[in-house]
């Protein structure tokens, strides 16, 4: 049996993806009714409309429940993971971490806050470009999945592979989390391009400055470049940075189109994530002397800066070398 801590879309999606083979899985929603409407209707419809679950996913509200599971997919928003952690059962599951964000306030990757939270359970990060709606429904989806152990980081593949559900193993725990955490960060960007109707060239340009952002900030942090180059990270990057399915390019869009991040975030019932991570990956950056001219737009824009003012301080920076 595996568990899956959060019943959101990604969570739901994942679980239904986990009992496409007849898997059992025990899927921990925080809201009582989420979990009731799952196991009277097998279907999501706050988080994840227009998907009947397989019989074999059973939800409950109380996360003891997850006690029996071999291992758990952690499936929170970012920064409630460490708190949702340390009220989970006692044990030594491997845990799957799916989240992709950095801890405000400690400026923590999920990789570290979750030994914190956890210490007996080895850790493993899955990541990479996964719309849940897509996952599923079945269609082919690769991602990478991380971890320190190679030993325990083949049995997890093998564990969550599934026909359409292709995960492929790498060591580089730290460059798989640095992609997903960046990458929503840049998706708020491309948005505000799209919504502001300024072409298709200037989103392609700032996918690839926001790349060069995404390899600086991992370098200086000790990802392998061929981590963020790969699935987890221009993978996401190019995903998140297209579709109006994104919530954070959502997120960005309607900034760009003259509505304040405020207004935005206040009728969210689903989290951007990265709204959360830019004003933490702002700080760190600063702090390491790392040049991230498109995320502290991003902090701008959020902070209720004009989308025009600041695409203008954007482009009247000082010309300088690609490399
Ligand atoms: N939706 C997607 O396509 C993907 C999402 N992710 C990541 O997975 C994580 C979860 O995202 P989604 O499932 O899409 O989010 P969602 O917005 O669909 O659902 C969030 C879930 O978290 C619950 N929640 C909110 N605050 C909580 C708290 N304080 N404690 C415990 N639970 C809380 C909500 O009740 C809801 O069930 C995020 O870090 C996201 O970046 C990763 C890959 C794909
Ligand atoms: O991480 C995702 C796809 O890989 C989902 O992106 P959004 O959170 O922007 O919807």
């Known amino acids: 049996m595996i568990g899956v801590i959060g019943a959101g879309a990604w969570g739901t999606a994942l679980a239904q993806a986990m009992a496409s083979n007849g898997e059992d899985v025990v899927l921990w929603a925080r809201d009582p009714a989420v979990a009731d409407t799952i196991n009277d209707s097998a279907t999501n419809p706050a988080y994840l409309p227009g998907i009947t679950l397989s019989p074999s996913v059973r939800a409950t ?40 964000g950095i801890e405000a306030g400690t400026r923590r990757l999920m990789s570290e806050v979750a030994p914190a939270a956890r210490p007996r359970s080895p850790i493993a990060v899955l990541s990479g470009p996964t719309f849940a709606h897509e996952v599923a429904a079945g269609l082919p989806t690769a991602v990478t999945l991380a971890c320190a152990d190679p030993a325990l980081g083949e049995r997890l593949v093998q564990r969550i592979a599934r026909p359409t559900f292709r995960p492929y193993l790498s060591d580089d725990v730290v460059g798989a989390e640095i992609g997903g955490a960046v990458k929503n960060v840049l998706a708020i960007a491309c948005g505000v391009v799209a919504g502001a109707r300024l072409g298709e060239n200037g989103r392609a340009s700032l996918i690839a400055r926001g790349f060069a952002e ?3 900030f991992g370098r200086a942090r000790g990802a392998r470049e061929s981590t963020i180059a790969g ?11 297209s579709s109006q399915r994104s919530r954070n390019f959502a997120l960005g869009f309607g900034i760009g189109e003259g509505r304040t991040a405020a207004e935005l975030l206040g009728d969210r019932r689903t989290v951007a994530e990265g709204a959360f991570t830019a004003p933490v990956l702002r700080a760190a950056a600063d702090e390491a002397g790392i040049d991230m001219p498109v995320t502290a737009a991003v902090c701008d824009l959020l902070a209720g800066a004009q989308a025009a003012d600041v695409i203008r301080t954007l482009l009247s920076r000082p010309l300088r070398a690609e490399a």
Do not use: F, N
């Not at 997919?73 to 949702?84: D, F």
């Open 61 to 100: 509200s109380r996360i003891g429940d997850l006690a029996a599971a071999e291992a758990w997919l952690v499936v929170t928003p970012a920064q409630a993971m460490g708190e949702v952690l340390r009220t989970a059962p006692a044990g030594d599951q491997p845990l799957i971490l799916c989240c992709k």
């Open 214 to 216: 995404m390899s600086r």
């Open 231 to 241: 699935l987890s990270g221009l993978g996401d990057l190019v995903l998140t940075c």
